[in-house]
């Protein structure tokens, strides 16, 4: 069982956790992993550790959007296409930087 406790020092661990699982050819938001976390309020939270995680090679990053599907995270990408590039190769449709049918794409997590 993950401890939900917001405050917890493992907060980025317990959120690289959760985006490990979001499957090929899905998003998830960072509230929706904020809120599997029991922390809802903390969706800047989240991002950061998405910031913090360009070097994890198995964080797949590029799969947590904002509620609305917008690649707010794109410029952490090394400020090109890549985070687009890495959604497109997964078969997700991303047209001006927004995932083209959100909710199809979106993957609600489990925990």
Do not use: C
């Not at 490990?20 to 989240?46: D, F, H």
């Amino acid at each position: 069982m993950i401890n939900k406790n917001p405050n917890n020092e493992n907060f980025f661990e317990r959120v690289y956790e959760i985006a490990r699982q979001i499957p090929y050819g899905k998003v998830t938001s960072y509230g929706a992993i904020a809120k599997a976390l029991g922390a809802a309020r903390s969706a800047r939270m989240v991002g950061w550790a998405m910031n913090a995680s360009h070097n994890m090679d198995d964080v797949p990053a590029h799969r947590v959007v904002n509620r609305l599907g917008l690649l707010s995270g794109k410029h952490h990408f090394g400020g090109t296409n890549l985070m687009q590039q890495l959604l497109e190769s997964e078969g997700v449709e991303v047209v001006d930087n927004q995932i083209v049918d959100f909710q199809k794409y979106f993957w609600e997590p489990d925990f």
